[in-house]
């Protein structure tokens, strides 16, 4: 993580930077002056407690919700004016809270689904490997509409790798999936960037997945980063327990 952080002195490039990103609704700041990074390889969490702005800063970041000011660049590349599939197709891959699968397909069409055209052969192999890693083999022939809430989730996550992201975005990665299955995701998601170099970002309130997985972790609260580093200082920063009025974190 450090070494990946120092790049930035060694004049590499991150694949996602965001810059002074604000969202308003109406008179309301739900995001304010978001600065986050993440550099190649790197796992980052995104935590803070309900209503800090997670999901907010998801749909901007996907382009479900326009920021009013601020820069989000992919690879260098600037985002913010680019549609939600032009997104996707440019390498920002993302899954959802509650997984979106087209119901009525099998799960492998699917998972077939997710591959993208500039990277075909490349996806098959990651979804093989993901669907092994995952565990979910047994689930390819039957409907999406008969899976369970963390198997949709699973599945989810499969189609998320075999598009061969630049940078994978996880809205709650493990809400829902077994704790059993959640050592397999941690697995298979380290493998996937070892093997591809991509890089995740994900929101999670599971704080043991965090501490588990996360590089680099940035806190929300009231719209804003109010802390970001490694789980070892975060855990124990006096500003992010305030922020979470108790609760452990
Ligand atoms: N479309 C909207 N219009 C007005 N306010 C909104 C809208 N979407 C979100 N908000 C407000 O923005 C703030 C941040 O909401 P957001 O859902 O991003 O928080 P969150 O950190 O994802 O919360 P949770 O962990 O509960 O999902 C909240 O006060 C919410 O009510």
Redesign the pocket.
Known sequence: MTSNRAKEQAGASADLRVSDLDVR?GD?K?LEGIAIEVWPGEIVGVI?P????????VNALTGVVAPTAGTIELCGRALQRERPNARAKLGLLRTFQTAELFGSLSVNDNISLGIRRAVAERGRDAARIAIERLGVGPLVGLKADDLSGGERKLVELVRSVAGVPDLLLLDEPVAGVPVHDRQRVIELLRDHIARTGASTLLIE?DMEFISGICDWIYV?AA?EIIASGPWAAISTNEVVLEAYLGSSV
């Open positions: 609704f309301f739900a803070g309900n209503g800090a702005g997670k999901s907010t800063l309130h929300m719209g």
